[in-house]
T-cell receptor, first 112, second 112 residues
Framework: EAGVTQSPTHLIKTRGQQVTLRCSPI?????VYWYQQALGLGLQFLLW???????NRGNFPPRFSGRQFPNYSSELNVNALELEDSALYLC???????????FGSGTRLTVV | DAKTTQPNSMESNEEEPVHLPCNHS???????IHWYRQLPSQGPEYVIH???SNVNNRMASLAIAEDRKSSTLILHRATLRDAAVYYC?????????????FGQGTTLQVKP
């Protein structure tokens, strides 16, 4: 099965701008999970989408939002970027036939 | 969510076995123990999981204490490619239907 794909791989934005990150889960899987990995802070859960609906949300401000499309791909939007938003943003999908999750390689966002 | 405790770092020599410990004294009866690892510049990778019995797969073995308050991930013959951050995570039920809570993990160094 194809893995989780994320785009773009790298991105540089200016403080105050908006950014959209994209994720395609494992084919046929309906759930997408978003995580943020900022330097020194470890992996933090951001959002969980399933069947087009937001199911759970981590402790992040409302300027972090997203959506899931009918084909189960997902977007993560971050408005009014701050320097602290610089991080690796990871997307995950449940594994086929196994308990566990497959992660994408992430999008490295740098806010300057 | 139950918490896990792992050593910050460990060292191993190539070709030797590695035992990575994890304490989870507040584990509940339905919590599964999952292990992920993250190689540099990549997303986390599922390694293994278990509930009560010891588990083996092509990547590693998982030894779970009889009281389930601790577990050990065993890499039978460490290679340089096993150098990574290893995360021990508890999930409610066999597949978490929400977020994974990552701690700081154990950074494994493998020396040639």
């Amino acid at each position: 099965e194809a893995g989780v794909t994320q785009s773009p791989t790298h991105l540089i934005k200016t403080r105050g701008q908006q950014v959209t990150l994209r994720c395609s889960p494992i084919s046929g899987h309906t759930s997408v999970y978003w995580y943020q990995q900022a330097l020194g802070l470890g992996l933090q859960f951001l959002l969980w989408y399933d069947e087009g609906e937001e199911r759970n949300r981590g402790n992040f401000p409302p300027r972090f939002s997203g959506r899931q499309f009918p084909n189960y791909s997902s977007e993560l939007n971050v408005n009014a970027l701050e320097l602290e938003d610089s991080a690796l943003y990871l997307c995950a999908s449940p594994q086929q036939g196994l308990d566990g999750y497959t992660f994408g390689s992430g999008t490295r966002l740098t806010v300057v | 969510d139950a918490k896990t405790t792992q050593p910050n770092s460990m060292e191993s020599n190539e070709e030797e076995p590695v035992h990575l410990p994890c304490n989870h004294s507040t584990i509940s009866g339905t919590d599964y123990i999952h292990w992920y690892r993250q190689l540099p510049s990549q997303g986390p990778e599922y390694v293994i999981h278990g509930l009560t019995s010891n588990v083996n797969n092509r990547m590693a073995s998982l030894a779970i204490a009889e009281d389930r308050k601790s577990s050990t991930l065993i890499l039978h013959r460490a290679t340089l490619r096993d150098a990574a951050v290893y995360y021990c995570i508890l999930t409610r039920g066999s597949s978490n239907t929400g977020k994974l809570i990552f701690g700081q993990g154990t950074t494994l160094q493998v020396k040639p």
